[in-house]
């Protein structure tokens, strides 16, 4: 997927130009760099001439790095730190607080939600302040902030770094080697939540838990070809580790022919909604036509696994589809690989794995749960996925893919895997010892959601938090919100419906694998200003 983010990287440095009339501010000017330079460094491997207008067009003459080797992407700077604020009523959280106490400084409480109900013993027209001490802060739920909570103030102590996360701080857990593989350690869970995914007529779901922190530290799930975001080094964000990996190595030979039944069974929306109109083209027939191109948003047929509802135990469907092809819900049940297949002969299960498959012009990709592999003619059988993309998946001979959450490819520090059976929890650590590790594991994807019912949550600050660890979400649910081959996922980290006046200042968003902050439905008068964002797994 990351080949494909890179294809859009020249697209970000532009917007960061045309978004100011002259160069960026200095403190986007080296972001605007890295985006460039690394926008430059995929072009050139893929374009053979006119590396100069590359150049160009991407206005590189005003960045210092002209020997574009490896670009880093800048550091998160250091945020301001905030004031305390006056107002009528504070009550203060901190690690070593308790929940019997009064929300005082000297005697603060454990948690946010405790801190929230003592804060609406208040006359909802009074302001009022969270102040959080230093420390991370485990959410056990997504802490939700109402109208109640109107005229709110939930920042961190002045000087001190309140971290929110949407993991489960894994303690005392009992190490021991993994003999299989030299360098791996596993322990057994105990986790106050079932894992086991639902079996369904169309293979399993996708696992709940899909994402694994040390130290702070985004983990990869066990995968092939191996690679990490994190590192910048080589082609696909990774460096090739093994003489038989790559990029070029792991391509599609051969998409299976047939789709899903009741691919065809097509049936058009009676009213399209007006997804807007085009300054340029028009929009002669909304729903139907864009400009030149002839397209429609189409209503899932019944039944249909992947469009309709890919997750039946989940209880959601997908909402609309766009699409220029006629075979609007048509989309491969698998593919062949010959040498993949026979490196999955070592595998003790095939059900587990999720394979990601990069859009043939990279610009797009789509994620699929396995479901069986037929060992002998090679080919590796699809469930749920292929709806992360607005046009579906369509994949193709020569398509690049590669698949995780797989045991017996967890083979390179920094990788881990979660046995949802037998809830145990496999990791290969990275110049850190187990037993001083500090181990998480996502379970939330929205860890502050504010919103609003018959009334609106109004004048709602976050302030100087940071907000940290959330699940990954390229399994869950997607729609096409406009006339465009886009999707997104209407979900974030910071989840904000049904509000007016709500501020997110100062804070220090990471390590988030969904999006980080979104604004839904009714929402006016929000201001989300000097934030720092940084791996990001969807949209920031």
């Known amino acids: 997927v990351m080949v494909a983010v890179l294809t859009a990287l020249g697209l970000i440095a532009v917007s960061l130009h045309c978004a100011f009339a002259d160069d960026p501010p200095p403190h986007l000017h080296d972001l605007d760099c890295a985006f460039a330079g690394l926008a430059y460094q995929q072009a050139v491997t893929k374009v053979a001439n006119n590396h100069a207008l590359i150049h160009d067009a991407l206005r590189l003459e005003t960045c210092n790095d002209t020997a574009f080797g490896e670009v880093k992407l800048p550091q998160p700077r250091e945020l301001t730190h905030e004031t305390l604020p006056s107002s009528s009523v504070t009550i203060y959280v901190a690690t070593t607080g308790n929940d019997n106490n009064a929300g005082t400084l000297d005697a603060p409480v454990a948690s946010l939600l405790r801190a929230l109900e003592l804060s609406r013993q208040r006359d909802v027209n009074d302001d009022a302040a969270i102040i959080i001490r230093q420390g991370k802060y485990y959410l056990n739920s997504t802490l939700v902030l109402t109208a109640a909570d109107s005229n709110l103030i939930v920042q961190n102590y002045p000087n001190e770094n309140a971290i929110i996360s949407g993991a489960i701080n894994i303690v005392d857990a009992s190490w021991e080697p993994y003999t299989a593989q030299p360098g791996v350690y596993k322990t057994q869970l105990d986790l106050p939540f079932p894992i086991t995914p639902s079996q369904t007529a169309y293979g399993p779901t996708p696992a709940r838990i899909n994402s694994l922190f040390v130290d702070g530290t985004s983990y990869v799930r066990a995968r092939f070809p191996n690679g990490n975001p994190a590192d910048t080094t080589g082609q696909c964000f990774a460096k090739t580790q093994f003489s038989e990996e790559g990029c070029n190595w792991l391509q599609v030979e051969q998409p299976l022919a047939t789709t899903f039944a009741g691919s065809r069974q097509v049936v058009k929306l009676t009213n399209p909604i007006n997804r807007g109109d085009s300054p340029t083209l028009g929009c002669p027939e909304c729903g139907l036509k864009w400009g030149s191109f002839e397209y429609t948003i189409y209503d899932p047929p019944e039944g249909h696994p992947v469009y309709n509802k890919p997750m039946p135990a989940q209880g959601w469907q997908n909402n609309s589809y766009f699409t220029f092809w006629s075979d609007l819900f048509g989309r491969s049940n698998g593919f062949s690989n010959k040498a993949l297949a026979a490196r999955a002969k070592q595998w003790r299960r ?121 699940s990954s979400t390229f399994m869950q649910q997607y729609e096409v919100p406009s006339g465009g081959d886009w999707s997104l996922h209407r979900d974030a980290a910071i989840f904000v419906e049904q509000a007016n006046n709500v501020s997110i200042y100062n804070c220090t968003l990471r390590n988030l694998h969904g999006n980080a902050i979104m604004l839904s439905n009714h929402v006016g008068g929000a201001q989300i200003t000097d934030n720092d964002f940084s791996y990001i797994g969807d949209s920031a």
């Open 350 to 470: 095939f059900d587990t794995a999720v394979v990601h498959m990069l859009h043939p012009h990279l610009w797009g990709g789509w994620q699929y749960q396995l479901i069986n592999v037929t060992l002998n003619n090679d080919t590796f059988h699809l469930g749920y996925g292929g709806y992360q993309e607005a046009r579906g998946g369509r994949m193709g001979k020569g398509t690049h893919f590669y698949i995780e959450n797989v045991l017996e490819e967890l083979d390179v520090p920094g990788e881990w895997y979660l046995d949802a059976d037998t809830s145990t929890l496999y990791v290969y650590f990275n110049n850190t010892q187990p037993s001083s590790a500090q181990v998480s594991l996502a379970h939330l994807t929205r860890l502050i959601h504010v919103v609003g019912g018959n009334a609106t949550a109004n004048n709602i600050q976050i302030k100087g938090l940071n907000i940290e660890e959330s």
